[in-house]
């Protein structure tokens, strides 16, 4: 049996990818260029959105999304604190208060129950987040903004390729359903360039406003001038940033995107067989998939049985050479999110309940305490998904 460590996630990069690049490499330009613009095009195709904008990381995404809409100083975005500290993170850049809501236990996406109560006066924005790769609610999130002309962005850093079912019609996560949808291209992400992320929007005003933020509000593109054959001297009327993104990263996100069919069937593969797998299980609860979504299984996140101890079980697998993470983070409980900072009723800066905890966040932090994420990747065999299962239960019984 092979007992080399089994990784919690591993790209799937292959020879299309290691040439892609190479002929970047040798070509001369590797900044952001011809490639991004292809990259670009053949993503937007793919969700079936009218734009996409390719960015340095997701966390830029989220940002540039917010100023594009409008968010400043003194406003409030609704969102979850049950995500990467990133989501709240790019709120807080502008200077904004995140206002956190709850989510539904068996998603761990937000409880669209919950948003309209925390809606008040300052709320700019809603920022859902589709987690793991399972789409939120949707149509529930639109319905409720709509009624108060609250612009949605999608947190969509782990659901490309995800699916989500709007009246009888099947349509991927980007196209976008809200206003603004962002990606990510990490390492742990369905589809990788290293780093990297990318905006998509039906509105060609923001689109054009994502693309001057990313490369300092230059207002001629080095691509321009380097294919004019005349002096063009470029003007800067605005502040802006370093958040390009390079055709050498490009490049291999086209090769990533021609696999995504065959990575995602892969780990729609896996995460059925997971199911199997850990059913019998006494007390471990699995991932819900409602009838209306179709996940990317980014990650595969159980909820361990009741007395389980988290951190024991996630040593004892470790020490059987299978790696995991413990469940979703919450960002309200990091140092970095003092008192003042966030805000759980979007009526004051300042979480009132007792205890240390909040007990509006409740679902969410027992989420983050009880659940741990399984390795899932598209070149994980059935053998490694056995031994998984069976650390897993050698965990539990020790």
Known sequence: MDNLMIPITKPWIGEEEILAATKVLQSGWISQGPCVTKFEQAFADYVGGKHACAVSSCTTALYLALVAIGVKPGDEVITVSHSFIATANSIRYCGATPVFVDICPETFNIDPALIESAISERTKAILCVHQLGMPCDLPRILDIASRYGLPVIEDAACAIGSEIRIRDSWERIGKPHGDIACFSFHPRKVISTGEGGMLTTNNADWDHRFRLLRQHCMSVPDTTRHNSSEVIVEAYPDLGFNFRMTDVQAAIGCEQLRRLPKIINKRRELASRYRSLLSQIPGMGLPAEPDWARSTWQSFCVRLPQESNQRQVMQ???????????????????????????????????????????????????????????????????????????????????
Not at 344 to 355: A, F, I, M, R, T
Not at 362 to 386: A, K, W
């Open 316 to 398: 004892l697998m470790l020490d059987a050479s299978v790696a995991t993470r413990r469940g979703v983070m919450c960002s309200h409980r990091e140092a970095a999110y003092p008192p003042g900072s966030w805000s759980c009723n979007g009526k004051s800066k300042h979480c009132d309940c007792p205890g240390g905890s909040c007990q509006r966040l409740r679902q969410s932090e027992e989420s983050q305490d009880t659940s741990i994420i399984l390795p899932l990747f598209p070149g994980m065999s059935f053998e490694q998904q056995d031994r998984v299962a069976q650390a897993l239960r050698d965990a539990l019984h020790a």
